[in-house]
């Protein structure tokens, strides 16, 4: 696509039910990133992807999330169990190899727990 | 481990110079970055330093010291849609991540 697309936009869920959150990068970037940041405050990292595998999952806050990308492309996130600590807005980035590391986010999903 | 410090929150005058600074620890460099963040949008890249030196473009311009762990961007003739947050971002050597500081909130008053 044009742009990193992130679905949904918004999200109001009950504290315990599990969430997706979904993100289609840009086509062609093979590395994804996924943030976190909770109001006024600086980007999170939570994990990143090369390709479809995850070098790196040391930011992810607790074993109630997890994360997977498939074909090289599509990811999700996955919050189980969600407690209203983790209402924040989960942003997505993409790049490409050889460049020179410019990620493009996309617009973000709210998360809201209440 | 990383670390990444630059300053809360600074005002600045419509017209004027800022400089942001950030400092940074790192256990492998492999570039910093300055992005722009408006509120409640998605950050958008600005600058990109991985050799020490001043990257100039337009109005902004960002300089870097390895040595130092040290990087400043440099805005002039500040205009009102400037006010927004800045953040600074390291990235590491060999896998690519990337690493935020907490963001420079900038007020520019007329």
């Known amino acids: 696509g044009a742009g990193v697309s992130q679905s949904p936009s918004n999200k109001v869920t009950e504290k315990g039910k599990d969430v997706e959150l979904r993100c289609d990068p840009i086509?062609?970037?093979?590395?994804l990133y996924w943030y976190r940041q909770s109001l006024g405050q600086g980007l999170e990292f939570l994990i990143y992807?090369?390709?479809?595998?995850?070098?790196?999952k040391s930011g992810l806050p607790s074993d109630r999330f997890s994360a997977e990308r498939t074909g090289g492309s599509v990811s999700t996130l996955t919050i189980q169990r969600t407690q209203q600590e983790d209402s924040a807005v989960y942003l997505c980035?993409?790049?490409?190899?050889?460049?020179?590391?410019?990620?493009?986010f996309g617009e973000g999903s709210r998360l809201t727990v209440l | 481990g990383q670390n990444i410090d630059q300053p809360t929150e600074m005002t600045a005058t419509e017209g004027a110079i800022v400089q942001i600074n950030c400092t940074y620890q790192?256990?492998?460099?492999?570039?910093l970055f300055w992005y722009q963040q408006h509120a409640g949008e998605a950050p958008t890249f600005l600058s990109y330093?991985?050799?020490?030196g001043l990257e100039e473009k337009g109005r902004f311009s960002s300089f870097l010291s390895r040595s130092k762990g040290y990087s400043y961007l440099l805005l002039k003739e500040l205009q009102m849609k400037d006010s927004a947050s800045y953040l600074c971002?390291?990235?590491?050597?060999?896998?690519?991540?990337?690493?935020f500081g907490a963001g420079t909130r900038l007020f520019v008053k007329a």
């Open positions: 980035a993409s790049n490409s190899q050889g460049s020179t590391g410019e990620l493009f």
């Open positions: 086509s062609g970037h093979t590395a």
């Open positions: 790192t256990s492998g460099f492999n570039g």
């Open positions: 992807f090369q390709g479809n595998s995850a070098p790196d």
């Open positions: 971002a390291v990235r590491n050597t060999g896998g690519f991540k990337t690493i």
């Open positions: 330093n991985v050799l020490d």
